[in-house]
């Protein structure tokens, strides 16, 4: 005699078919969130390296047109005040240049590139630039920028590159006081840890190929 109340037993739980689908369902929401997340790890990477890329970019550029259009400016070139074309050291550097970056008044610039502290224990590459103009005593005064080319380097390195015709074989030096070099080389190195790096920068200069003063552009030099 049976009791209402009882159960049969294949009436309880889970079957073992159910079991297993229920299993697979899991291991594939599973699969697929970790897929889901090393993918987004992944975008934020490449997002990052790009952030950390483009500001080096830039000022890679701004140096090799800088560099590249150095002028050896005398005294008749810029009213009447001595400009040397180059002068500097492996830390910093000071130039005459007739390269304007975009939106800037066309003309010479006296630049000096080098690290600046910045409170924070290391130091950013700066670039401070004078804007010259022909009667200088009689213009208005020049404006002068200041640009932040890299934030937090821990060092900068300038080289300089001259031919010796006769006079001994060429090499580069870590100082340069008149004249101009045929190449310069720029290298930056990063704090510790830091993931960002810097491919060493060698410009040519396209005058000290020339002789005597090239005049720039839209800039009266007589």
């Given at each position: 005699m049976t009791h209402p109340t009882d159960v049969r037993s294949g009436e309880a739980g889970?079957?073992?078919?159910?079991?297993?689908?229920?299993?697979?369902?899991?291991?594939?929401?599973?699969?697929?969130?970790?897929?889901?997340i090393y993918g987004a790890r992944r975008v934020l990477s490449f997002v990052d390296r790009a952030?950390?890329?483009?500001?080096i970019m830039s000022?890679?550029?701004?140096?090799?047109?800088?560099?590249?259009?150095?002028?050896?400016?005398?005294?008749?070139?810029?009213?009447n005040r001595t400009v040397p074309g180059v002068q500097g050291d492996s830390n910093r550097i000071?130039?005459?240049?007739?390269?304007?970056?975009?939106?800037?008044?066309?003309?010479?610039y006296r630049v000096s590139i080098g690290p600046s502290p910045n409170g924070r224990?290391?130091?950013?590459?700066?670039?401070?630039?004078e804007l010259f103009?022909?009667?200088?005593?009689?213009?208005?005064?020049?404006?002068?920028?200041?640009?932040?080319?890299?934030?937090?380097?821990?060092?900068?390195?300038?080289?300089?590159?001259?031919?010796?015709d006769g006079e001994g074989e060429s090499h580069w030096q870590s100082d340069w006081t008149s004249g101009l070099p045929d190449m310069i080389s720029?290298?930056?190195?990063?704090?510790?840890?830091?993931?960002?790096?810097?491919?060493?920068?060698?410009?040519?200069?396209?005058?000290a190929a020339t002789y005597g003063v090239r005049c720039p552009n839209r800039v009266n030099c007589d």
């Amino acid at each position: 005699m049976t009791h209402p109340t009882d159960v049969r037993s294949g009436e309880a739980g889970f079957t073992l078919i159910e079991m297993l689908v229920s299993l697979a369902i899991l291991a594939l929401i599973s699969v697929t969130l970790v897929q889901m997340i090393y993918g987004a790890r992944r975008v934020l990477s490449f997002v990052d390296r790009a952030n950390a890329v483009a500001p080096i970019m830039s000022a890679q550029n701004y140096l090799h047109d800088a560099l590249v259009d150095l002028q050896p400016i005398d005294t008749a070139a810029v009213g009447n005040r001595t400009v040397p074309g180059v002068q500097g050291d492996s830390n910093r550097i000071a130039f005459t240049t007739s390269y304007a970056p975009r939106g800037a008044y066309q003309g010479l610039y006296r630049v000096s590139i080098g690290p600046s502290p910045n409170g924070r224990g290391s130091f950013d590459l700066v670039a401070e630039q004078e804007l010259f103009r022909p009667n200088a005593g009689e213009a208005a005064p020049a404006p002068r920028l200041r640009s932040k080319l890299v934030e937090n380097i821990a060092s900068v390195n300038f080289s300089y590159f001259a031919k010796r015709d006769g006079e001994g074989e060429s090499h580069w030096q870590s100082d340069w006081t008149s004249g101009l070099p045929d190449m310069i080389s720029v290298d930056v190195a990063f704090p510790k840890n830091d993931v960002r790096r810097w491919e060493r920068l060698t410009v040519a200069v396209a005058a000290a190929a020339t002789y005597g003063v090239r005049c720039p552009n839209r800039v009266n030099c007589d």
